[in-house]
């Protein structure tokens, strides 16, 4: 059994507006353009209380992306990346890699390792998942946070303050955490801060 109910204004006005969307969804001249399209009642028909007619101006057609010139071209030679990270305060990125290496890319400047810890973290093995394996950025005092296992295998975090050429300051380092860890693998390596600087 269905029952009808007289419609209400406010339902007769949702009607009427969903009516003249579809209508404007609709209308398409072929070119991938919206028809200008009158929201305006026809012939006998008013307009609920509240619902204002309007015209829905003509878009332009939008550049299709086969159109759009693109190219690709290198512009650093960055092997065995484990993590890239944005510093906030001026958005260079900085890249780790395994076997020891930060890099920064600033805005307009080439490519530079800024800090290199090659003689202190494991040296790279095939398979193995062990070297410098992660940075964040804190971002409250700006700190550089950096993760890798050392030449015995055992994990490190620490942290290092940035100068102002937006490198490590080597004279700055703290040492926040040490794991002593069996084997070669497992070794974790992705950090993350939330908005209250918590690690």
Wanted: charge should be negative; hydrophobic fraction near 40%; glycine fraction near 12%.
């Amino acid at each position: 059994m269905v029952e009808l109910r007289r419609a209400s204004n406010a339902s007769r006005a949702a009607r009427w507006v969903v009516a003249g969307l579809l209508a404007v969804a609709a209308c398409d001249d072929g070119d991938g353009r919206e028809a200008a399209v009158s929201t305006t009642p026809g012939p006998g028909a008013t307009a609920p209380a509240g619902v204002t007619s309007t015209i829905v101006p003509t878009s332009p057609a939008a550049e299709p992306l086969r159109d759009i010139p693109l190219a690709a071209e290198p512009f650093a030679d960055i092997s065995r990346p484990t993590a890239m990270v944005t510093r906030p305060v001026d958005g260079s990125i900085y890249i780790s890699t395994q076997e020891g290496q930060i890099w920064r890319i600033g805005r307009g400047t080439p490519p530079e390792v800024v800090l290199d810890l090659a003689g202190t973290v494991s040296a790279y093995e095939p398979g193995s998942e062990r070297g410098l394996l992660g940075l964040s950025f804190h971002p409250n005092d700006g700190r550089v946070f950096v993760y890798y296992t050392d030449l015995t295998a055992q994990s490190h975090l620490v942290s290092y303050a940035l100068d102002a050429d937006g490198a490590p300051d080597a004279a700055s380092v703290w040492d926040v955490l040490v794991v002593e860890q069996p084997g070669v693998g497992h070794k974790g390596g992705g950090m993350s801060f939330d908005a209250d600087g918590v690690l």
